[in-house]
């Protein structure tokens, strides 16, 4: 007995012990969804900055630097000299791990001597001794030297012959006997990390646990070489050779800044074209000089005002009188157009292409200003290139896609792919430089980062965008820090804001997340999303919110309570149709009869309730005369009268549609909306038909003369046209309200999502109806009121908080309606209020982009914010609501 | 409007020729009656009448199209032949509708026909105009071919004798070879799908196995002698598998070229014919000479096959057998969840907690979780199971099948937890209405007998509660089963190689991909090759899901007024 007793006990306290956990996980799981929602999408907002991430302690003033994606080791490339001597070595970093390990490799380019067949490589790197002293160059080599370079091309002459050679990381991966060599302690160690460096000073990586290992080393490959360029032009010298390599492809723009005999320094511009032949892998290289209109700037200014390759086909050139010359390579004598900066925003000082040239920033110097300040602008040089190539006058002004005050920069870089530039500036005190990272979309100022420094040269950024060095002259290192910006596109300017996009004449809101290429400027605003979704809402509640509630009127004051019985639960039942149906249905079936029956639905839409009406109005319909509240035949009957006369006004009104259409409209009123014959006053006519129904009704005569209620009916419409040709003269309804026709549009899912919201709306208003007390509606008849009358003044008012929240509830479901809008929308983001226009909506666009965006990629948040942002609407709408449907509860209880 | 008024004055007042006075006297009658529907405003009933109406019509219009088309879908319809202007089509007639002649640009009324025979170099559909349809003849002699590729055929059936010389084949010869051909096929798949199968997965696990070895030799794990020892162990038994894979492989080879042997040729209007192995043909019918009883029997034929086989190209033709296998195993898992939870919560929260400020806020907000975005629960999904648990047991357990993800991407059961927690709102609601509506003087007297409160819970109130829980789980599962949205994301595919559930170890595979009815559709419907070509297809496995989750919903709805009942008649607890 007591053994019993104390099990029943024992489970007793275990089972709610175990409902008290499992209810209040649930609880946090719900809350839970929220806070992962929001932490996936924060980091979207995160503040952009620099972290330092070491330096090399090398005294060697860099003209690019090429980094290892996993272990921190980096090379620079040396600046102009006489030697090619390369340095490699491990970054230092913080991490005290990292800080005991040293290893400086370096490397010297030399040129295999003698006739080697022309596939093979001639170059390679041979590894000087480890403790070469940067200032002492072991052995100066005659025969390779280095010119200038950018990132991981090295310009070098050799003999005659100038070439260019890319260097590049590359992983060795070991054999599987390789591996088995190697020291044991080594092998331990790289299972728990990605890079080592072993004893006899080689890296060895491993980028996943299931990776194999690898050796990182140098590679160097010849890109191309012009063997008698030297001979071609004695008086140039590599030290003023300028490469600029078409982004890619190996060739690109040479830039030759030669003495001339008159010690004027002359400019020449040669284009490499370099072809290979895929089967005999021959290379062919051809070079031919670019003529220009008038002489290309100096060697400073190039450096000031950098070349471009814009599409890698037309080539922007700086010229002495600031502006610019844009050559076509593709065509055969190299035309050039001219494009010009803006001249009212000062004296250009600087001019750095960014993003593969489409699109610079540009710096003005602004005239007696103390301090000194410039204003900084992003020009469109994309699209000033294409208007000039195609213009008579070959002529173009770059469109400025945003400006703003900013400080003079001493050096300037822009990254390649991401849409930044690195500006140096002066700091806030004479000793100090600012180094600021512009985002170039919006013109935002990302981060911030003071240098202690007074002189920094070589600054430069790794092909990812995601390391900048430079080299800290007055203490002789080179300084690396990271710029952390994984989502520097997005901000709440770009994401709610109208911007200017590169090659757009005007400031917008676009959507336009994914592309092919990489130098597509993603376009991430919200609005046109947040407008479709509104759109697809307003529209769908337009079509059900009338039908719901008149409907729920009908069942619930005036039905019999047994047909009610039969009618609500197949209405209800309807809710439970899948959306993926009845967005099947209403792209595959509704959208091309409506397509062809535009002007018929129209009708039917404007005029069927005034009909309806009118039946009511005229006819004697027995029933209607004993119709009672909730009364068992009459109501019924009369539902049978409605549907005969609503079946024989739809016959009638669809073939009306297709005599209109055909003589207002020529037959087709696509046709008619993308600028084909017809008469617009009928349309507007159309459109007008309620409003002028309404207003001849409300009109004080109607009380007085029988007669005019027929007028109303029969003259409605022809006044309606009268109207409409009257407006029609004024405004362009096709241009200004109503545009060209898309199959999959507004209608066409405002009736589908509205058949969705339908029996929502629908039950929850009949239920807000009947709970209404049936002592008020027995007050109401007892003082002789018809059933109507106390329907309408009575019901309607007590139950006007709950069909209120009733229709919250059906927009919180049109929101988030995701299938139809996917299936029946045609998602365009357009942002009109054209019903026969397409849209996209924030639920479908999460359903069609989300499976294809990269995790964690800017797009993928970015979809999680707007999935967000649905959330919160969609639970503060229903809050809402439900607090409305509770105060309604509370009142009705107390009447 | 006065003609209807006017005659039923007429009806009422026998048969009297209209005289001015009795023209008046309606007049009069008609204005009166006019004034007094105003004021008592009937109008405005005709006019909430009519938005009933509406809303019932379009669901009449919605569910008559879902199933005359989906019906008509598996229905063997006659073969019409006609003489179009330039080509002699041959084909079913199909849905007409109003188009342009391209050469002369006139618009006409034209009928859709289906000409099948995609590889006898015929379009697939002609259009022929309505009024020459009259010209139509209907040939008893044209077969229907159902093939395993390249879609229908309509046309004659001849086979060759040693000769070459082709003779038509009669019926009952056809339907014998069809019988051997079927049977060849069934056996050839029960080795591919079985036998093979098996050894290809055995294969696959050893492969697995000997690349954690080396993981665990290179991480110094386990000592080199241990790890040659265990390797060697591995490779000796994937060599005997490998040695019985080849041995059927050939076993199916032989099979294969004693099935290809026995062929068929198929003759098209256009005279192209086609030789072809007899167990590529599946059904093959002569639309025109059927009974009504036969062409009943060969619907229910299709019908079966369209629930029980698998489909065929790209799914446009075959069944639908993997994408209902697909959601009902992805409901009774989402089930498993959903129904412990759930009721569980709605215990706690009616029974357990206190009822106060929280428990009320907490209510609402699980009412409103019923109303947030599905696509919002799948965007979860996506982050929090997938690329959050899913990589994680990826890293602890799967190390070795990385970086191809296992549990890091979608997934039956991550589909089926994303939907388990979009319907648990709607499982806690209904199951907390249940227990409120077990009255309080039951718990009391189970108190009085001393009995505690799980006692009282689990042997009173929960089986009085029960159909409101159920009703609550099928309107969940009713639910689950047509949502498609946080699908899309979560692991649904166009075509799953293998089935959830099949005969190797573990049976159950949760990590895997399903197909599922609702996708099915909207891939068909949206995104297929062809509309015209699915568009059967499409229309027949809408008329399935609709057909579940409507009868899911019944269910739901027949129980619930069962209860109302049963405590409508327990008035006096």
Known sequence: MLNTRRRVLIIDQLATALITVIGLSVILAVAGMMVFLISSSWPLFKTEKFVSAGRIELPHSSSGMIVDEIAPLAVLLPKTSETCVLRASLIQQNNPEIQNKKADFSYQLTRSAGQTPESSNPWSLVASAAKTDANNPSEPNNEVSCGASKHGNLIVRSGNSLASVSIQIVREFLSPEETKALAPESRKELAEKKWILTTDNTVLVKASAQSPIAKLDLQVTEDWAVSDYFSQYPNASLANVQFIQRPGKKDGLIVSHTARPDNLIESQLFLLSSNENNLTGEKKTELREVKLPEPAASLEEFEKFQPAWIEGRYLVVPLQSKTFASIDSEDANLKYSILSVPNDLGNLTQWTPAFGGAAAIAEFSIPLNNPPASRCAYLDVGRATRIASNSVGEKAEMGVLWQDKCKPALKNIAHPHKRIVFRVVQGSSADSLLVEARELTTGRIAAQMNTPTTSLDSLKSDTHGNLISWLDVSQRFSEIREFIAPHVEVSLKSLFEKIHYESYENASYSWQSTSGTDEFQSKFSLIPLIWGTFKATLYSLLFAVPLAIFAAVYSSEILDRQTRNVVKPTLEMMASVPSVVLGFLAAIVVAPWIESHIVSVLLIGTSMPFLLYVFGVFLQVPSARHLTTRGLYASRRLLMWVIFGFAIMLWLLSRAGLLIERTAFGGDLKAFLSGGPGTEGVLWGLLLLPLVFITLWSLPIRRARNWYRIAVFALGPVIAVGIGALISGHTELRADLLGQYAQRNTLVIAIAMGFAIIPIIYSLAEDALTSVPNSLRAGSLACGASVWQTTARVVLPTAASGLFSAIMVGLGRGIGETMIAVMATGNTAVMTTNPFDGLRSMAANIAVELPEAAQRSTHYRILFLSALTLFMFTFTLNSFAEFLRARYRARNKAL | ?573
């Open chain 2, 1 to 573: 409007m006065f003609s209807f008024g006017s005659k039923q004055s007429d009806s009422q007042g026998a048969s009297q020729a209209p005289q001015p006075a009795v023209l008046f006297k309606t007049a009069v009658r008609i204005r009166s009656r006019a004034a007094n529907n105003a004021t008592e405003g009937i109008p405005w009933i005709w006019v909430c009448a009519g938005a009933l109406v509406t809303i019932l019509l379009l669901i009449a219009g919605l569910f008559g199209v879902i199933l005359s088309q989906g019906l008509s879908a598996l229905w063997p319809h006659q073969v019409i032949k006609i003489q179009s202007e330039n080509a002699l089509v041959l084909g079913i007639p199909m849905r007409q509708e109003e188009g342009t002649d391209p050469n002369t640009n006139v618009k006409q009324m034209r009928r859709l026909v289906y000409q099948a025979n995609r590889d006898f170099g015929v379009n697939e559909f002609a259009f022929v105009p309505v009024e020459r349809l009259v010209e139509s003849e209907r040939p008893k002699d044209v077969w229907f071919v159902e093939r395993r590729e390249w879609g229908p055929f309509l046309g004659r059936i001849q086979t060759s004798d040693s000769n070459g010389v082709a003779t038509d084949v009669d019926s009952k010869t056809l339907s014998a070879m069809l019988v051997g051909g079927a049977e060849r096929s069934k056996q050839l798949l029960h080795i591919e799908k079985g036998a093979l199968a098996d050894l290809n997965a055995t294969m696959e696990d050893l492969r697995l196995e000997k690349k954690s070895i080396e993981r665990q030799l290179e991480a110094g794990a386990i000592p080199d002698d241990e790890a040659t020892a265990k390797s060697s162990n591995v490779e000796s038994q994937l060599a005997r598998v490998s040695k019985d894979h080849a041995a059927l492989s050939t076993q199916v080879q032989e099979l294969r070229s004693v099935d290809e042997a026995i062929k068929i040729t198929l003759l098209a209007d256009n005279g192209q014919t086609k030789t072809l192995p007899v167990s590529q043909i599946l059904r093959v019918f002569q639309p025109n000479s059927l009974s009504w009883i036969e062409r009943l029997g060969i619907f229910f034929s299709r019908l079966w096959g369209f629930v029980s086989e698998e489909p065929r190209e790209a799914n446009t033709e075959g069944g639908v057998f993997p994408a209902l296998f697909g959601t009902v195993a992805m409901t009774i898992i989402m089930t498993v969840f959903v129904l412990p939870v759930g009721v569980m919560t709605a215990v706690y929260m009616r029974e357990i907690a206190k009822q106060g400020v929280l428990v009320s806020l907490v209510r609402i907000a699980v009412n409103n979780l019923a109303g947030v975005p599905s696509i919002v629960y799948g965007v979860f999904g996506v982050g929090f199971f997938c690329y959050t648990v899913g990589a994680s047991i990826d890293q602890l357990f799967f190390q070795e099948k990385l970086p191809n993800p296992t549990f890091g991407t979608g997934g039956i059961l991550w589909a089926s937890l994303t939907l388990a927690l979009l319907t648990v709102p709607v499982v806690i609601v209904s199951t907390e209405e249940a227990l409120s509506a077990v009255p309080r003087s039951l718990r009391e007297a189970s108190y009085g007998c001393g009995a505690t409160r799980m006692q009282t819970l689990w042997n009173i109130v929960l089986p009085k509660a029960l159909p409101g829980v159920m009703t609550g789980l099928i309107l969940a599962m009713a639910r689950a089963v047509g949502e498609v949205a946080p699908l899309l994301m979560t692991g649904v595919v166009k075509l799953a190689p293998a089935l959830p559930v099949d005969s190797h170890f573990p049976f159950v595979h949760l990590e895997r991909s399903f197909m599922h009815l609702g996708f099915h559709i909207y891939d068909l419907g949206f995104q297929s090759r062809s509309t015209e070509l699915s568009r059967p297809m499409v229309f027949a496995s809408t008329s399935l899901l609709v057909a579940v989750v409507l009868s899911l919903n019944f269910i739901a709805i027949k129980i619930r007024s069962q209860l109302r009942k049963r405590f409508e008649g327990r008035g006096a607890f």
